[in-house]
């Protein structure tokens, strides 16, 4: 593929699967849908983290369980030496854990393989305009069972409308998605997700999300 040939603002895209077979049929899929260059791919964590380095992707799409090093390792190095990268976790593993595991580690979603094509390309376009996701069987088990590990403390400054959002973020959904659900503008909406994360203390909507689990809102 001649990668300079696509566009300047093309998101540019490393497939990580240790399974030939998978990682290529990505990495061919991708490569055939607008706006979308695969620069490379990875056949582990260890290899991941090196070709991010070396290639310079907008987003990694990772998946779980690899040889040397897995998908939650990676991640968890990648945010600290290429935190510009989003790294979204790509797997068939639906198991809770490894969703909290791969979100604390810096993960900027989870979603599962049997997803369309045309869907994970538009995952790949939101992930790289930093809007985290959650697939809607992976959201539905972690609300189902992830509960406080301490009791439920007081969200501090936040409005009841500003809970409401907070909630609605913590399930995955969209600034486009909470507006239609609360009949407010999707501007209304990116004003009060900003002020949530500043009065919380919060890096992205990933961290909003854990903070809500412990706020008991989910």
């Known amino acids: 593929m001649d990668h300079d040939s696509q566009p300047a603002s093309a998101v540019r ?63 968890a190095v990648l945010r600290e030496r290429a ?41 790949v376009r ?6 985290t996701q959650l697939d809607s069987s992976v959201a539905r088990h972690l609300t189902a069972s992830l509960r406080p590990a301490r009791p439920a403390v007081e969200a501090p400054a936040l409005s009841p409308r500003e809970t409401d959002i907070l909630r609605l ?4 959904h969209t600034n486009r998605e909470i507006a239609a659900r609360l009949y407010l503008s999707e501007g209304t909406v990116k004003n009060h997700v900003s002020r949530i994360l ?6 992205d909507r990933t961290q909003a999300a854990l903070r809500a689990r412990d706020l008991g809102l989910l």
């Open 13 to 75: 895209v490393l497939v990580v699967d240790d399974q030939r077979l998978i990682r290529d049929g990505i990495a061919s899929l991708l490569s055939i849908r607008p706006g979308i260059t695969v620069v490379g791919t990875a056949v582990d964590g260890r290899d991941a983290v090196a070709k991010t380095l070396e290639l310079g992707p907008d987003v990694v799409l990772m998946d779980v369980r690899m040889p040397q090093a897995d998908g939650v390792e990676a991640v």
């Open 83 to 123: 935190p510009e990268c989003r790294v979204v976790m790509l797997t068939t593993f639906d198991d809770e854990e490894y969703v909290v595991q791969a979100l604390r580690a810096g993960a900027h979603g989870y979603l599962l393989k049997d997803l369309p094509a045309e869907e994970l390309a538009h995952a």
């Open 126 to 131: 939101l992930a790289h305009a930093g809007v």
């Open 169 to 172: 973020v913590a399930r995955g």
């Open 198 to 203: 500043q009065r919380l203390a919060l890096r």
